[in-house]
Nanobody
Framework: VQLQASGGGLVQAGGSLRLTCTAS????????VGWFRQAPGKEREGVSS????????SYADSVKGRFTISRDNVENTVYLEMTSLKPEDTAIYYC???????????????????WGQGTQVTVSS
């Protein structure tokens, strides 16, 4: 599975961005997908994740109510809609996938097998 994250950019605080993760292959029921971010000097952290069919999602407390994850398995694409952005959301954002058939989507970095290159999100105050 090859992943590619895109959609990052520079936005003012309070603004919105939509990140896109495209993949060479997301078999609809077998791959969970997560979004992660890493700010300078900090560890990579989980932001949001979604189950294979999209019926289950998880969010970090810091983004609940502001970010929305969704997927389109026909297009092999996962989206992260980010609204009410804050300067502390500034980071490189990565998407990742794991082979899984059931269970709540994880936000743990080590649970994911395949990683794409990141996309930079910068939120100015």
């Amino acid at each position: 599975v090859q992943l590619q994250a895109s959609g990052g950019g520079l936005v003012q605080a309070g603004g919105s961005l939509r990140l896109t993760c495209t993949a060479s292959r997301f078999t609809s029921e077998t791959y969970y997908v997560g979004w992660f971010r890493q700010a300078p000097g900090k560890e990579r952290e989980g932001v949001s994740s979604i189950s294979g069919k999209g019926g289950m999602t998880s969010y970090a407390d810091s983004v609940k109510g502001r970010f929305t994850i969704s997927r389109d398995n026909v297009e092999n694409t996962v989206y992260l809609e980010m609204t009410s952005l804050k300067p502390e959301d500034t980071a490189i954002y990565y998407c990742a996938s794991r082979l899984r058939l059931f269970g709540a989507p994880s936000l743990t970095v080590g649970d994911y097998e395949h990683w794409g290159q990141g996309t930079q999100v910068t939120v100015s105050s």
